[in-house]
């Protein structure tokens, strides 16, 4: 018989440490598929944020560095300029890690055109730690910190990053996706591509927006945290190419 | 007031800063700390207070400073990773003369290290941490009540000294729930005066509020007059328990969650009457030296325990010199010892003496 | 005296509250306490545990090595901390989700089929409080008055229902005499 649906080889035969539920994983594996058809793996380094994927170095057989909370583009521009152009770094980073610790590295990255590709995953608040606030959290949405509803008085409006990203000039590609259904995440495979293909064909910055649920800590059920990303959540951040194509 | 309620160490610090007339708080989260930032979220605009989550930690002390520069009794809460970006901001606040209370739940370390308890950040808090010649005031607590108590007198201390006040604890006190009594709401009203504070230089001179002097010569005296305030500080600010010291021959030395585990050690070798006393330092900077100095003559020997690779115990050895042995033991990483690692540590050490 | 008491299993089974209902008792009683949790990863895989330690002393060091009271909800909570307990001490298992019989024969052992208990009181969730029952018969550290308040206190928000149900589970802990 042959088997129609494997595990890419770029990434271990390891169970996850997410919530069940999670997004994260259905991402971990996008990268995976996407590092094995380019043919990359071993040319690959990886940069892990702090986030709940801080452990993602356990899930891929590449070459990975844990680097301080939001400082992920730093140590990454750091990488790609001291190795052959050959290399292809990445980042992976939460909305708490890439848009408000470590806004003022990811922006000058792309500012300069860095040459390396990020792939964000905005879950509307701090997975991690339990919860809380994130730039991305919805107004009204309750999270630890927000106990009464995001407030535009207080805590402003929502970040929106992947627009955000394509006013720079450096930046090659910015878009948004999500991943709930089968669909959805084929243009999300299709984006991460793109974004990987760029940064071999020496592009500039690429960064790939993918919207995720986080049910554990929005307090709902998985079908619920769905419906959330769906109707909430891409109604504040539309989804879509906002800059590059194909 | 008088009534007992039981608390968490991370909420009962964020609820006696509310008591202490604290009204502004800033942080980012980070575990084993965040129960102070969400205690804050949901109580400060109860009682007219604002709560922030900065985008940082280095945002979080810079509003720290300007809430401070505006006259607010002000706080921030983080841990060890947290605290060391920190660490350029709080330079500035001590240069710039302002009063806050920071404190760090430490975890273990180095770089991300873990959420488990330690004590590895001794040195960062008691010697400066950041650049420059500087002290700040750092307290130990080592039960929830001492930690409202502490919390509370760093606001007035923090005011006193213009200066900022570091409690430095860890995720142990901090998930822990004690009974606790906590101090009179404080009428806002009786805080202190602050003719300093940028409020708009409306009928009278401006206020200016910086860290910066090109001319050494002036830089010089206005360093000279910080070192004043440290002396001064370490000549009245000074805490310390001591316990079952009297008759002791051999002292152990431990602060914070070591403090109270190695309390329990002293009573257990009490009991098999062996002359065993603890001191226990509250503030961290000013050194409580005088009092271990002290005992130098009727001791045979310290011990100092830490969760660290051994830190305090530079200052023991300071306090002691080469008079009496120092020993230590340490356990970095995030391990808590017990009382009975302590006790068999003791026992070592005093078969050593005698061999 | 102080008691030293270890109460471990699964997270979700109600291991915190457990220990937060005896320290908010001890409170009530004006005793020494102090609620102790194990935070962090070790929550997340395998056992949620707290220590608790309450009585007429001052309480110095809040982490128990010989504890005089294990309460185990599952069998790794059984393996971990059977060897701990004091000689002579108090071992109380939920016999639902333990595979084996404990080891040692130098202390008291109860083991109860809380689960199933808890269920035929109304409320599966209550299977802590089951056992919270026993451990009272046995070693009266507090009132099973105070304890019913603090329990009507704790879970006033999840409503009367579950009040009801969960101080039935405690008199059903308390009846399970053998
Ligand atoms: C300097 C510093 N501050 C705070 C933290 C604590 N921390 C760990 S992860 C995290 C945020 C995680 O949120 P996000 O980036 O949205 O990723 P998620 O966990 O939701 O995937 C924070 C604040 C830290 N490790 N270092």
């Known amino acids: 018989m042959k088997p129609v649906y494997l595990r890419p080889q770029s990434m271990e035969d390891r169970i996850t440490h997410y919530c069940p539920g999670c997004h994260h994983g259905i991402i971990h594996r996008l990268i995976g598929e996407v590092i094995d058809e380019l043919g990359i793996r071993g040319k690959t380094i990886g940069v892990a944020p702090i986030g709940c994927s801080v452990f993602i170095y356990a899930y891929f057989k590449l070459d990975f560095v844990v680097t301080p909370h939001g400082r992920a583009p730093a140590a990454a521009t750091g990488i790609k300029r001291s190795l052959p152009s050959d290399r292809i770094v990445f980042t992976y980073q939460g909305d708490g890690d890439l848009a408000s610790i470590g806004l003022a590295e990811i922006i000058h990255a792309a500012n300069r055109g860095e040459n390396i590709t990020s792939i964000f995953v905005n879950n509307a608040n701090y997975g991690m730690t339990g919860g809380q606030l994130a730039p991305t959290t919805l107004l009204g949405q309750i999270t630890t910190t927000s106990p009464y509803g995001r407030k535009i008085a207080v805590d402003g409006y929502p970040f929106h990053i992947a627009e955000l990203m394509s006013n720079f000039k450096g930046v090659a590609y910015s878009g948004r996706f999500a991943v709930y259904d089968p669909k959805k995440i084929i243009s999300a495979r299709k984006a991460i591509k793109t974004a990987f293909k760029n940064q071999m064909e020496g592009k500039g910055f690429s960064i790939v927006e993918l919207l995720s649920n986080c049910p554990i800590n929005w307090r709902v059920s998985v079908s619920d945290s769905i419906k959330f990303v769906k109707e909430n959540m891409e109604a504040e951040f539309p989804l879509g190419v906002f800059k590059g194509g194909e | 007031m008088g009534e007992k309620v039981l608390i968490k160490g991370v909420e009962a610090i964020a609820e006696s800063a509310i008591r202490a007339g604290c009204r502004m708080f800033f942080g980012y989260p980070i575990t084993p700390q965040n129960e102070t930032p969400e205690y804050m979220s949901r109580r400060l605009p109860q009682v007219e207070g604002i709560f922030l989550q900065a985008e940082s930690e280095i945002a979080a002390i810079n509003m720290v400073m300007g809430a401070s520069a505006a006259g607010a009794r002000v706080m921030t809460t983080t841990s060890s990773p947290g605290f060391s970006l920190m660490m350029e901001g709080m330079s500035y606040l001590v240069g710039m003369e302002l009063p806050c209370v920071v404190a760090n739940v430490v975890r273990g370390g180095p770089g991300l290290g873990n959420i488990a308890p330690a004590q590895s950040d001794y040195f960062q808090a008691t010697k400066g941490g950041g650049h420059g010649d500087y002290k700040t005031i750092v307290f130990g607590p080592s039960t929830v009540q001492e930690l409202v108590e502490l919390t509370y007198h760093s606001f007035d201390l923090a005011d006193k000294y213009r200066n900022p006040v570091v409690l430095l604890t860890d995720g142990a006190l901090g998930q822990m729930m004690e009974p606790v009594i906590f101090p009179e709401m404080r009428k806002l009203n009786t805080l202190p005066e602050k003719p300093w504070a940028l409020t708009g230089a409306l009928n009278r001179e401006k206020n200016i509020i910086m860290s910066f002097e090109m001319d050494p010569k002036i830089l010089e005296n206005i360093n000279w007059e910080l070192q004043k305030k440290f002396q001064k500080i370490s000549e009245d600010e000074v805490k310390y328990e001591e316990y079952a010291t009297d008759d002791a021959e051999f002292v152990i030395v431990a602060y914070g969650t070591i403090g109270r585990i190695a309390k329990s050690t002293v009573k257990a070798l009490r009991e098999e009457n062996i002359p065993v006393g603890l001191i226990r330092p509250i503030s961290l900077w000013p050194f409580p030296y005088g009092v271990i100095t002290q005992l130098v003559p009727q001791v045979e020997a310290f011990m100092v325990v830490e969760m660290s690779a051994g830190q305090m115990v530079e200052d023991v050895r300071l306090a002691v010199g080469d008079r009496r042995p120092v020993f230590f033991y340490g356990r970095p990483g995030g391990m808590v010892p017990s009382p009975r690692d302590i006790t068999e540590k003791v026992k070592q050490c005093l078969s050593m003496l005698l061999s | ?178």
């Open chain 3, 1 to 178: 005296m102080n008691y030293e008491i270890i109460v471990s299993g699964f997270g979700g089974q109600g291991v915190l509250i457990f220990g937060e209902i005896l320290s908010q008792g001890a409170l009530k009683e004006n005793k020494h306490t102090v609620w102790f949790p194990a935070y962090g990863p070790e929550q997340r895989g395998g056992t949620a545990n707290c220590t608790i330690i309450i009585g007429d002393e001052e309480i110095a060091s809040p982490i128990s090595i010989d504890p005089d009271i294990v309460v185990a909800l599952n069998q790794p909570s059984l393996d971990k901390f059977e060897p701990w307990l004091k000689k002579g001490g108090l071992l109380i298992i939920n016999k639902t989700l333990t595979t084996r019989k404990p080891l040692r024969d130098d202390i008291k052992i109860i083991e109860i089929d809380a689960l199933t208990l808890a269920r035929e009181a109304g409320e599966e969730r209550a299977t802590n409080i089951v056992l919270l029952g026993r451990l009272l018969k046995e070693i009266p550290l507090l009132s099973v008055d105070t304890v019913k308040e603090v329990i009507s206190v704790i879970f006033a928000h999840r409503g009367e229902k579950v009040i009801a149900a969960n101080i039935k589970a405690l008199n059903t802990g308390w009846n399970s005499g053998d």
